[in-house]
């Protein structure tokens, strides 16, 4: 069955960066597309951004232009997102999740909390 | 940006009952839609896609609409493990955007 495992809980200083991964089971890593969403405490979900896990191709959410990356490793299935110059109101739960449009399929969500 | 309003943002009713759920779009979106729920603590998961077409494995209580550019989720006979927070999310446009959630409450 798809699954797709996030890594564990993150505590960052304001202005450092931080990586997230996403490993992904149960299907071809590299026939679906890869979504960050996340969401902060009471709060709706953001789309972060999109990438093409066989072409390398992202597309990201402007307000993240600049700070953002999301890059993969297919030898191992995995998806990562690294989140630079880090403030207070990034923190949030970061999820992964599976889709060119619908999101079918999501992560367990990774907390990332920013605090000096 | 394609903001999406959803409404209400919270919603109390009993088990049995028929619920709707509101999502309008600032500009049209075509049939690019999707219905998420929520629970607290967990991920999202996925229920319709293209307005109206649900997802395999979701139950038939659930059905999705579309007029224009507001989107309804409707939930026929509601049952307890449907209390949770729902979102749509536009797919049309970059970036992709979500309602606020609608909460459903008993």
């Known amino acids: 069955q798809v699954r797709l495992a996030q890594s564990g809980t993150e505590v960052k200083k304001p202005g450092a960066s931080v990586k997230v991964s996403c490993k992904a089971s149960?299907?071809?890593?590299?026939?679906?597309?890869f979504n960050w969403v996340r969401q902060a405490t009471g709060r709706g979900l953001e789309w972060m951004g999109w990438m093409n896990p066989r072409t390398g191709n992202t597309v990201y959410a402007q307000r993240f232009q600049g700070r953002v990356s999301m890059t993969r490793n297919t030898s191992i299935n995995t998806a990562y997102l690294e989140l630079s110059s880090l403030t207070s109101d990034d923190t949030a739960v970061y999820y992964c999740?599976?889709?060119?449009?619908?999101?079918?399929?999501w992560g367990q969500g990774v907390l990332v909390t920013v605090s000096s | 940006d394609i903001q999406m309003t959803q409404s209400p943002s919270t919603l109390s009713a009993s088990i049995g009952d028929r619920v709707t759920i509101t999502c309008r779009a600032s500009q049209s979106i075509r049939s690019w839609l999707a219905w998420y729920q929520q629970k607290p603590g967990k991920a999202p998961k996925f229920l319709i896609y293209k307005a109206s077409t649900l997802e395999t494995g979701v139950p038939s209580r659930f059905s999705g609409s579309e007029s224009g550019t507001e989107f309804t989720l409707t939930i026929s006979s509601l049952q307890p493990d449907d209390f949770a927070t729902y979102f749509c999310q536009q797919y049309k446009d970059y970036p992709w955007t979500f309602g606020l959630g609608t909460k459903v409450e008993i």
């Open positions: 999740a599976r889709g060119s449009g619908e999101l079918d399929y």
């Open positions: 149960g299907y071809t890593f590299t026939n679906y597309d």
